[in-house]
Nanobody
Framework: QVHLAESGGGLVQPGGSLTLTCAASGSTASIYGMAWYRQAPGKQRELVALITVNSNTNYADSVKGRFNISRNKARNRWYLQMNSLKPEDTAVYYC????????WGQGTQVTVSS
């Protein structure tokens, strides 16, 4: 079992920055991929960014050049640095780990508004 806990969400003005952190505990040795998803009101959950154990990354087109995913293997954490935030980035952001199955965090709200 893997437990995930997100932190770092909040309210930010357009053009601002936030960094989300996902802390993993439990059977973390089984994790081979780490990701961030988001879900805006009335919309489906969508992949924002992912990083593999080999540090290969992939991003949604809507966030390329603005968001950066990284990981700290020793601390079992991964991060989502979000820059140049837009109102359309407003959503609940979920931490995801791929192992024997998908594991999810509870989510953290990110609101981009003036």
């Amino acid at each position: 079992q893997v437990h995930l806990a997100e932190s770092g969400g909040g309210l930010v003005q357009p053009g601002g920055s936030l960094t989300l952190t996902c802390a993993a505990s439990g059977s973390t040795a089984s994790i081979y991929g780490m990701a961030w998803y988001r879900q805006a009101p009335g919309k489906q959950r969508e992949l924002v960014a992912l990083i593999t154990v080999n540090s290969n990354t992939n991003y949604a087109d809507s966030v390329k050049g603005r968001f950066n995913i990284s990981r700290n293997k020793a601390r079992n954490r991964w991060y989502l640095q979000m820059n140049s935030l837009k109102p359309e980035d407003t959503a609940v952001y979920y931490c995801n780990a791929q192992g024997v199955r998908d594991f999810w965090g509870q989510g953290t709200q990110v609101t981009v508004s003036s």
